[in-house]
């Protein structure tokens, strides 16, 4: 499985950022999948994730409300919609893949992207 991440850049704090993930045709369609991101100095950490089907989604809290992950139905490209962007958002985001076909915030998934950076002014 392989996941190209894109969209990331610098926007001002409250700006709004789209990144898109892309898997490749050798994934089924019937994987969870999901965003995580790395700051500087810390622990890589869930951000939201998303079923096969578009049908459940979960998100960590302190996005909750600000961002969205979206995909069509049983398609292979994941988006996440991040708004009201706050300088605590600046980070590496990796799009993630699990060979299941709901993701986990817990669970950790089999499959990453590169990285896309995202920094936040202030």
């Known amino acids: 499985v392989q996941l190209q991440a894109s969209g990331g850049g610098l926007v001002q704090a409250g700006g709004s950022l789209k990144l898109s993930c892309a898997a490749s045709?050798?994934?089924?369609?019937?994987?969870?999948m999901g965003w995580f991101r790395q700051a500087p100095g810390k622990e890589r950490e869930f951000v939201a994730g998303?079923?096969?089907?578009?049908?459940?989604?979960n998100y960590a809290e302190s996005v909750k409300g600000r961002f969205t992950i979206s995909r069509a139905y049983a398609s292979s490209t994941v988006y996440l919609q991040m708004n009201s962007l706050k300088p605590e958002d600046t980070a590496v985001y990796y799009c993630?893949?699990?060979?299941?076909?709901?993701?986990?915030?817990?669970?950790?998934?089999?499959?990453w992207g590169q990285g896309t950076q995202v920094t936040v002014s202030s």
């Open positions: 045709k050798r994934t089924s369609s019937n994987n969870g």
């Open positions: 993630a893949a699990w060979p299941r076909p709901y993701a986990s915030g817990t669970v950790p998934p089999n499959y």
């Open positions: 998303i079923s096969w089907n578009g049908g459940s989604t």
